[in-house]
T-cell receptor
């Protein structure tokens, strides 16, 4: 099937904002998710957005959804070194999650 | 801690062998999902069980099979192993089986190395 696309790598300085972009494929996905994977760990749900929303804010996280372009983004404000991880966007074409390849975020002091 | 447990944490075996990975979902969750994470393929959905029955199939090879038992734990069986099966295998669980808000909680994974 088609791939969910994400850029593979992003490097930011501590305190700056990070923006991770994703282009998804399934326009029928009711929910779109962002997961975080820290080294050696499983995936942790960070946030999600319902498909009839354009934006969702959750503390330092802001999700933007452009349904016309099937574009999803995750903005992390005031990025900290502890935010260094791999971030996956995921769509829900059916029961399971269809993930992008993940964006490795490196936060430097 | 997601509440999903997977055993073993690491598994090293030889080509041609068969292994079984085990997953216990969060208490009360009826759905179990298996995913494979590899460097070249990324995170791929393999199979889903809901309350003991197969609900959805993804990119699961014929050499792989799974089942969910009455106590809701699940096992993923991998046979005739090849070098390319080396990967991290995740189990996830959720309360619902359908496409509404369906937060999946992931276990820590089993790292399989085939030599």
């Amino acid at each position: 099937g088609e791939d969910v696309e994400q850029s593979l790598f992003l490097s930011v300085r501590e305190g700056d904002s990070s923006v991770i972009n994703c282009t998804y494929t399934d326009s029928s996905s009711t929910y779109l998710y962002w997961y975080k994977q820290e080294p050696g760990a499983g995936l942790q749900l960070l946030t999600y957005i319902f498909s009839n929303m354009d934006m969702k804010q959750d503390q330092r996280l802001t999700v933007l959804l452009n349904k016309k372009d099937k574009h999803l983004s995750l903005r992390i404000a005031d990025t900290q070194t502890g935010d260094s991880a791999i971030y996956f966007c995921a769509e829900t074409p059916g029961y399971a999650l269809n993930f992008g390849k993940g964006t490795s975020l490196l936060v430097t002091p | 801690d997601s509440g999903v447990t997977q055993t073993p944490k690491h598994l090293i075996t030889a080509t041609g062998q068969r292994v079984t990975l085990r997953c216990s979902p969060r208490s009360g969750d009826l759905s179990v999902y298996w995913y494979q994470q590899s460097l070249d393929q990324g995170l791929q959905f393999l199979i889903q069980y809901y309350n003991g029955e197969e609900r959805a199939k993804g990119n699961i090879l014929e050499r792989f099979s799974a089942q969910q038992f009455p106590d809701l734990h699940s096992e993923l069986n991998l046979s005739s192993l090849e070098l390319g099966d080396s990967a991290l295998y995740f189990c996830a669980s959720s309360g619902s089986g359908a496409g509404q808000y369906n937060e999946q909680f992931f276990g820590p994974g089993t790292r399989l190395t085939v030599l």
